[in-house]
């Protein structure tokens, strides 16, 4: 760590600020209380308290080699040699420099009286410099430990949201790949279109695969490859609807956030339906960004069990990133199925 006096311009300059003040405090003494002449008053506060600022600047190197030692012992040892070396060497080179440059006699004698409490003072100015120093310090430590913990959250936070959205191409891939191998026998035609159209969903996947965060259009871009995929497999079962407010278009969210909903509006609305299945996407732009998609579904058709990653995925992506809940609402009707997410706006 840099000196935190000597490393800030502002720190520096409010330091030598206190100083000035000191000094000016110290010549009023001499001069007013002990009745120095003005021209020795000056002398002696300046020569004492500006050397001591400047060891006091190198008091933060003592800190710092006794950070480490928790031995209050030795901890205690050697910040008592420093004092006595310090304050000893402060004193003593005070007193050489003023009692040869200084001819006053009764001044001479005054000065050799006022070691006690220049000794006093040399003290307080120590432990001063190194409470104020072991504090920083802390401070400094404390800030680098937070800084760390945020770090580490942040890259936790992306391996988790990296785990769960990679969890969705594996599991969509699959299924198409056995619909393509049982097309291909059946209708080849749709097999060969539907291998191009998963062609072209995957090279959007990829080509956004490190994104967490997109715009809403790229997002139904990205669903609309989806469900033409899903529409080759299903036929006149599937159709669906994508309606969002202009206003919505540009509005951020998280990647591959809507895939889950309507894989779970398929498996668990058209996989068991003869009839047509419609599935609407409606969008709004308030406080937040109201996303509602909605499906009919076969009451009287065997429900397949489980939720799959589709809702349970969307709502932990949703607090990992906006760190709220209640971000997913589920309404089931007699024949219709509605999921309610909500992208915050306000950060």
């Not at 800030?8 to 330091?15: D, I, V």
């Not at 000191?22 to 010549?27: A, N, S, T």
């Not at 278009?249 to 058209?270: C, Y």
Request: contains cysteine.
């Amino acid at each position: 760590m840099l000196n935190p006096i000597t490393s800030n311009k502002n720190y520096l300059l409010n330091y030598a600020a206190v100083w000035v003040i000191i000094i000016g405090v110290h010549f009023a003494v001499l001069h007013w209380y002990y009745h120095i002449s003005i021209g020795i008053a000056i002398l002696d506060s300046t020569l004492f308290n500006v050397f001591f600022a400047f060891l006091g600047i190198s008091l933060w190197y003592v800190v710092r080699y006794n950070k480490s030692n928790q031995n209050f012992i030795a901890l205690f040892t050697s910040h008592l040699v420093s004092s006595l070396l310090i304050i000893g060497f402060w004193l003593i080179s005070g007193y050489l420099i003023l009692k040869y440059a200084v001819n006053d006699l009764v001044y001479l004698s005054f000065l050799e009286g006022s070691f006690p409490w220049r000794i006093i003072s040399g003290v307080f100015y120590y432990l001063v410099f190194i409470l104020v120093y072991y504090v920083v310090v802390f401070y400094q430590e404390n800030q680098e430990k937070i800084k760390e913990e945020g770090n580490l959250k942040t890259l936790i936070k992306e391996v988790e949201l990296n785990a769960l959205k990679n969890q969705i191409n594996p599991h969509f891939l699959f299924n198409s790949l056995n619909s393509i191998s049982s097309l291909t026998i059946s209708s080849p035609e749709k097999a060969q279109d539907m291998i191009i159209k998963l062609s072209d969903y995957l090279r959007y996947s990829l080509s956004n695969e490190n994104e967490q965060i997109t715009t809403l259009i790229k997002e139904i871009d990205n669903i609309r490859l989806y469900l033409e995929i899903e529409k080759i497999r299903f036929g006149n079962r599937l159709n669906f609807e994508l309606n969002c407010d202009d206003s919505c278009l540009k509005v951020k969210v998280p990647a591959m956030i809507l895939q889950p909903l309507f894989e779970n509006a398929i498996k668990h609305g058209v996989y068991e339906s003869t009839d047509t299945i419609n599935i609407n996407l409606n969008g709004k732009l308030g406080d937040d960004l109201e996303l509602s998609l909605t499906n009919n579904f076969d009451a009287t058709a065997r429900q397949i069990k489980g939720e799959g990653i589709g809702l349970k995925n969307t709502q932990e992506r949703l607090f990992l990133i906006y760190r709220r809940r209640g971000l997913l609402a589920i309404e089931k009707l007699e024949d219709t199925f509605k999921v309610t997410i909500k992208i915050p706006q306000n950060g």
